[in-house]
């Protein structure tokens, strides 16, 4: 799950606050409507980057079970800058839909489509070299690529020098970086 529709998902609370009219009550205290929207960000953000963090740590577990692959540790901060990133970068992209969303169905629609299509936008189910120019340039268009491009060439860095011996750029390609 990318963060865009984890962000996605937590942000739904919103929609289903306005649904049943819960915000009407939170606009009755002393916050501001830009305090309450950026509390609900804020929480999506975070709840977006533990998700990260936790798949990743489980990833990072079960790769170094099966298959004796270790990460980097030298990498781990930037790992960790790029969650938080993509995290608030997903957040402000959803936030663009989720104004013009007042039904939590509605939203959940949504949810699945964007579910299923990122899968298709960072090269998770097909390798972008591979796919037509129109597919290529549609997701050179969507910030989940170039998130997914960074997180390949922080943790596949010294694997791709190793593996092509410094020719990796046809590899490069067709993945997308």
């Known amino acids: 799950m990318t963060a865009i529709t984890t962000t996605l998902t937590s942000l739904g609370q919103l929609v289903k606050d306005k649904e049943r009219k819960v915000i009407k009550d939170f606009y009755l205290t002393d916050l501001s409507h830009f305090e309450i929207t ?44 790029v969650a938080l990133f993509s995290s608030l970068l997903a957040v402000v992209i959803n936030m663009l839909f989720i104004q013009f969303i007042s039904r939590f169905d509605s939203l959940n629609a949504i949810g699945t489509i964007v579910g299923t299509a990122s899968g298709f936008l960072v090269g998770t189910y097909i390798p972008i070299g591979i796919l037509p120019n129109f597919a290529q340039l549609l997701i050179k268009l969507t910030p989940g690529a170039y998130v997914a491009a960074i997180y390949r060439q922080i943790l596949m860095a010294d694997k791709l020098k190793t593996a092509f011996h410094g020719q990796q750029s046809h590899f490069e390609k067709n993945d997308g970086n």
Not at 41 to 52: E, P, R, T, V
Not at 57 to 70: E, H, K, P, Q, V
């Open 38 to 81: 950026m509390s609900y960000m804020l929480s999506a953000a975070l709840i977006g980057f533990i998700m990260q963090i936790v798949m990743f740590a489980l990833m990072i577990g079960y790769f170094s079970i099966t298959d004796n692959l270790t990460m980097p540790w030298e990498s781990l901060p930037a790992v960790i800058f």
